[in-house]
């Protein structure tokens, strides 16, 4: 079976933020770049989201981040083995996502955050 590739990155954010967030396509400019090997999702020009090998991460505030770092399934963001933690983000399980209130919650905050810190 070939590797994921960065337009099965990209289909799976596009459904995931259809899913958990129909409208943010419509109020807001989403785009979609390449981005080390993954692909990242931006809102109104700031990242949020991103997707690759090591799953899908979210940019998220400190607070909701220590909140979810407590579970063990939750995993800091590297774009490679040995790369540089991008501390702003949690890698968040299947589980999470599949809890669409939450993931939806979560996707709400990080749209928000990104906005915020990015003025």
Do not use: W
């Not at 692909?39 to 090591?54: A, L, M, N």
């Not at 979810?68 to 774009?79: G, T």
């Amino acid at each position: 079976m070939a590797p994921p590739s960065r337009v099965s990155y990209l289909n799976r954010l596009e459904t995931l933020l259809k899913q958990s967030d129909p409208r943010l396509l419509v109020t807001h400019q989403v785009e979609f770049k390449n981005f080390f090997g993954a692909v990242t999702g931006y809102v109104d020009g700031h990242i949020f989201v991103s997707c690759g090998k090591f799953g899908v991460a979210l940019r998220l505030p400190p607070k909701t981040l220590a909140e979810l770092f407590r579970d063990e399934d939750v995993s800091l963001l590297r774009y490679f083995p040995k790369g540089h933690v991008k501390r702003a983000y949690a890698v968040v399980p299947q589980r999470m996502m599949d809890d669409q209130g939450r993931f939806t919650r979560l996707v709400e905050t990080s749209v928000q955050y990104a906005l915020s810190v990015s003025r």
